[in-house]
């Protein structure tokens, strides 16, 4: 959703309408799963991806015509049928996908929720009134299991519209199809939750740092660069949607703790910008937290933290060195074992196996945890992930001269 989520506002200011594919459901080998988006503008310019190229095509020609005024609809590709064959689904795959046009409103409205970055649900209209198809509805849940609904677009919000509301607001929270009479009509929709995307917190935007933050937006995650020192945060020096913050880093940590969807790096080599930082993480509810150096600077650090007050068993937690063992060198290589091992940590979390493609979650039909293995997710040496030792970051940096 990252890509769809950069380009669509700034699509929309020029005056462009857009249409947004969103895959509702998978099986098999599909190679994306619910909640993957692709949007298309009126002058051919797409961001994001609903099925890593096999079906982009046919989503895209669907796309442009429902910018030509086509109606919304839902799009099946299947092996059984000659045209998904020929659009590249060989191996059994099968996967449903939404394509209607986008109403600026209703994507404005979702871009500040997810930019506040709390739990929601949307709900997309698939069947029924042809005429509402691809309609959406955004629904918040309270932290005492109640909910709240509303349509994503004011067109929406008529008698229909709100009747939706409150049906979709008495169910349960989940993901999946789902069927409601309301305002004496029966409707099909699907929903799916929305989570908010991983986050990375890079201390330090020297040479390394700058690698990184490279290598997580091409992942898709969402990434902050704090730095007090202004010429190392300058914003040409950093992928678009970088977050730069020019506070202290524990001040930065301190006010705004991190989640269980965050991770700190610290790489600054400057114990003055990286320990507070450290001590504010490893006593949070960051999903992992690193930092760059050799062994002995590792020790070292301990020994500080140790001082200063932050438990034993929390600094168990801290990986540095940072990063997988991959023999990494350069700022380049040290990203890419940095990342790998964060993409480790994320997937290997409790419940997150079954965690989808980006921040748009939908496991109630089962499909994440069928399609686990048939992804490929293993460990750096190729060996199942569930067999990994938990301890499996590696020393990834070069001997300690030249990096203490």
Known sequence: MRDVANAVPGWLAEGRRVALAVVLETWGSAPRRPGAMLAVADDGRMAGSVSGGCVEAAVVDALLGVLEGAAGRVLAFDVADDAALAVGLPCGGRLAVLVAPLPPDGWERLIERAAARAPLEIAWLVGGNPARIGSAWFIARRADGT????????????????????????????????????????????????????RVLIVGGAHVGVALARALAALGWEVMVIDPRASFLRAERFPAGTGLNAGWPAAVLAEAPPDPRTAVVALSHDPKLDDGALAAALT??????????????????????????????????????????????????????????LVQAWRAGPGREERPDGPLASAADGSSARSATARGVVGATGDDRSARPAAAHGVHQAPDEGRS
Request: glycine share 10%; proline share 8%; charged share 20%.
């Open 147 to 198: 909910a709240t609904a509303e349509p994503a677009s004011p067109a929406e919000d008529d008698a229909a519209g709100r009747a939706i509301a409150a049906e979709l607001a008495a169910l349960p929270a989940g993901s999946g199809p789902c069927t409601l009479t309301a305002g004496g009509a029966v409707w099909r929709l699907h929903r799916h939750a929305i989570a908010p995307e991983p």
């Open 284 to 341: 949070s509810g960051a999903f992992y937290v690193g930092a760059l150096g050799s062994r002995r600077t590792a020790a070292a650090r301990r020994a500080r933290l140790l001082r200063a007050g932050v438990p034993a068993e929390a600094l168990d937690q801290l990986r540095a060195p940072v990063g997988l063992a991959i023999g990494a060198v350069t700022p380049e290589e040290i990203a890419v074992a940095v990342a790998a091992e």
